[in-house]
């Protein structure tokens, strides 16, 4: 009897160990990670395969060294006398639209708008060996003192050329010759999804260089609330920050692209997406400035909204790519025209409208006197009205 109390010992005591065991070994298990449990082993495609012709290099080196020394750091500043000036034209200066992007941070990055002389900082693009500038307007705009300092730590004093609050562009100018400047590429061939290089001086860090894709063109973000606005903004996601406003969007050969203009946060600081002044409509603008000193734009005078589903139901029609008609200025092209709220722009000149970049495009490289021919839509009716442009 003891030989089997024994036996059934050995026995439960050899079955408690296994279970003890196996316990042990599932507890191991159980924190250890399995990245690759239950799936097929695979090898990744081709990954010593050198790229197509097609292929990008992310290695951005070439284009930041052709692009960096031809961004400039800017600083500006307003005087007490230009101050008092500026609150007889224009008591409160808070309704400045660059507020709406950092919010209620915008004083402590650009100084306090209408209390004392403000002060701000900003970049630049070297336009041409004799020394002028691209920047914004809203870098210069409230500045009567500008200062320039050059990738290689020289320091100059500039002058305001001209400015166009219209699309946000300035142009400033420094003595010498022989600067630096960058190729200007065709903006209009840029292509979604291309890599970007955004060049400037975010937050007095001079010299600083940011990649990311171009994410869209043609952009209208409301940013701009003067009367004649051009918005067709080239949105990436490179890095911007206070700071960057008139510096270089290039492509990967270091030629420019577009002028960082904004940003869109609640917190003053970069949030997701950047946004750049395409060179094709920045080219126009400056060079009017450099030779007229201002720009020379002509405009139909009308106030424009992207036709989409929503608005076309709301208007009764059966198609949703155009341009709505939302407002017509007193004493513009188009109201002498014969345009009205609510008509739909379909084409312009035989083109196709299909959306607010197309307009502004082909409006941009007219002059003011040119006769264009729109093709409306007015409730369901087609009508082709010519319009003479003016000066805006």
Same mark, same amino acid.
């Given at each position: 009897?003891?030989?089997?109390?024994?036996?059934?010992?050995?026995?439960?005591?050899?079955?408690?160990?296994?279970?003890?065991?196996?316990?042990?070994?599932?507890?191991?298990?159980?924190?250890?990670?399995?990245?690759?449990?239950?799936?097929?082993?695979?090898?990744?495609?081709?990954?010593?395969?050198?790229?197509?012709?097609?292929?990008?290099?992310?290695?951005?080196?070439?284009?930041?060294?052709?692009?960096?020394?031809?961004?400039?750091?800017?600083?500006?500043?307003?005087?007490?006398?230009?101050?008092?000036?500026?609150?007889?034209?224009?008591?409160?200066?808070?309704?400045?639209?660059?507020?709406?992007?950092?919010?209620?941070?915008?004083?402590?990055?650009?100084?306090?708008?209408?209390?004392?002389?403000?002060?701000?900082?900003?970049?630049?693009?070297?336009?041409?060996?004799?020394?002028?500038?691209?920047?914004?307007?809203?870098?210069?705009?409230?500045?009567?003192?500008?200062?320039?300092?050059?990738?290689?730590?020289?320091?100059?004093?500039?002058?305001?050329?001209?400015?166009?609050?219209?699309?946000?562009?300035?142009?400033?100018?420094?003595?010498?010759?022989?600067?630096?400047?960058?190729?200007?590429?065709?903006?209009?061939?840029?292509?979604?999804?291309?890599?970007?290089?955004?060049?400037?001086? &975010?937050? #007095?860090?001079?010299?600083? %260089?940011?990649?990311?894709? =171009?994410?869209?063109?043609?952009?209208?973000?409301? /940013? *701009? @609330?003067?009367?004649?606005?051009?918005?067709?903004?080239?949105?990436?996601?490179?890095?911007?920050?206070?700071?960057?406003?008139?510096?270089?969007?290039?492509?990967?050969?270091?030629?420019?692209?577009?002028?960082?203009?904004?940003?869109?946060?609640?917190?003053?600081?970069?949030?997701?997406?950047?946004?750049?002044?395409?060179?094709?409509?920045?080219?126009?603008?400056?060079?009017?400035?450099?030779?007229?000193?201002?720009?020379?734009?002509?405009?139909?005078?009308?106030?424009?909204?992207?036709?989409?589903?929503?608005?076309?139901?709301?208007?009764?029609?059966?198609?949703?790519?155009?341009?709505?008609?939302?407002?017509?200025?007193?004493?513009?092209?188009?109201?002498?025209?014969?345009?009205? &709220?609510? #008509?739909?722009?379909?084409? %312009?000149?035989?083109?196709? =409208?299909?959306?607010?970049?197309?307009?502004?495009? /082909? *409006? @941009?490289?007219?002059?003011?006197?040119?006769?264009?021919?729109?093709?409306?839509?007015?409730?369901?009716?087609?009508?082709?009205?010519?319009?003479?442009?003016?000066?805006?």
């Amino acid at each position: 009897m003891g030989q089997i109390k024994q036996f059934f010992t050995l026995i439960l005591a050899s079955v408690f160990g296994g279970l003890i065991t196996l316990g042990g070994l599932w507890y191991m298990g159980s924190n250890q990670l399995h990245p690759t449990q239950n799936f097929e082993a695979r090898n990744i495609n081709n990954i010593n395969v050198p790229a197509g012709a097609t292929g990008t290099s992310l290695d951005f080196r070439v284009a930041a060294q052709k692009s960096m020394p031809a961004v400039v750091h800017i600083s500006a500043s307003q005087s007490k006398d230009a101050l008092a000036e500026r609150r007889k034209k224009t008591p409160r200066d808070n309704d400045n639209p660059f507020s709406d992007l950092f919010g209620d941070n915008f004083d402590f990055f650009f100084g306090n708008p209408y209390g004392q002389p403000r002060k701000g900082t900003g970049s630049g693009v070297i336009y041409s060996e004799d020394g002028y500038i691209i920047t914004n307007n809203h870098v210069v705009d409230f500045a009567d003192e500008v200062e320039v300092t050059l990738y290689d730590d020289r320091i100059f004093k500039a002058k305001v050329i001209g400015k166009d609050p219209t699309t946000d562009l300035a142009v400033i100018k420094i003595e010498g010759f022989g600067f630096p400047t960058l190729k200007i590429a065709d903006s209009d061939k840029v292509e979604v999804g291309e890599w970007a290089l955004a060049v400037g001086n &975010p937050f #007095d860090l001079n010299s600083t %260089v940011t990649a990311g894709i =171009i994410s869209a063109k043609g952009r209208n973000i409301g /940013i *701009i @609330r003067e009367k004649y606005k051009i918005e067709e903004f080239i949105q990436t996601d490179a890095v911007v920050n206070p700071g960057n406003s008139g510096g270089a969007l290039v492509n990967v050969n270091g030629d420019l692209i577009g002028i960082n203009t904004a940003i869109i946060s609640r917190t003053g600081a970069y949030a997701g997406y950047s946004f750049a002044i395409p060179t094709n409509l920045m080219k126009k603008i400056v060079d009017d400035i450099i030779e007229f000193g201002s720009s020379q734009r002509a405009a139909i005078g009308i106030e424009i909204e992207d036709l989409n589903d929503d608005n076309a139901n709301e208007l009764g029609l059966n198609f949703n790519k155009g341009v709505i008609v939302r407002r017509v200025f007193d004493g513009g092209s188009g109201q002498y025209a014969g345009l009205l &709220p609510n #008509d739909v722009i379909i084409a %312009v000149d035989g083109t196709k =409208i299909k959306e607010g970049a197309d307009l502004l495009e /082909i *409006i @941009r490289n007219k002059k003011a006197g040119d006769i264009i021919s729109l093709k409306i839509n007015r409730k369901g009716t087609i009508k082709e009205l010519p319009v003479t442009l003016k000066a805006i």
